[in-house]
């Protein structure tokens, strides 16, 4: 499955930007969707899944009530809504999928995922 991930750049502190990840797989819509992160100097961190049929999401913390992933199964595209954007949210976004033997499962593991994206760069100017 290749992933390419769009929609990173430059916002200010209080704004908005809208990630999107086109899949080439076929059946888009057997997999679950993440979203993952890599600030500079630190590790991968989860931040937002997506079920198989789109019913069920998960966030991290840091990012819940600011951040929204959706699907779009018949385009094999998932987007992430950010608003709110503060610094820490400064980092490279990485679109994930993984097979979900079951369509209600939310996955939040990068060890669940078999297929990355290149990554694309979000800058949060303060």
């Known amino acids: 499955v290749q992933l390419q991930a769009s929609g990173g750049g430059l916002v200010q502190a209080g704004g908005s930007l809208r990630l999107s990840c086109a899949a080439s797989r076929r059946t888009f819509n057997m997999d679950g969707m993440a979203w993952f992160r890599q600030a500079p100097g630190k590790e991968r961190e989860f931040v937002a899944a997506?079920?198989?049929?789109?019913?069920?999401?998960h966030y991290a913390d840091s990012v819940k009530g600011r951040f929204t992933i959706s699907r779009n199964n018949a385009k094999s595209t998932v987007a992430l809504q950010m608003d709110s954007l503060n610094s820490e949210d400064t980092a490279v976004y990485y679109c994930?999928?993984?097979?979900?033997?079951?369509?209600?499962?939310?996955?939040?593991?990068?060890?669940?995922?078999?297929?990355w994206g290149l990554g694309t760069l979000v800058t949060v100017s303060s």
């Open positions: 994930a999928s993984g097979y979900a033997r079951r369509p209600e499962v939310v996955k939040v593991s990068p060890n669940e995922y078999q297929s």
């Open positions: 997506i079920s198989r049929n789109g019913y069920n999401t």
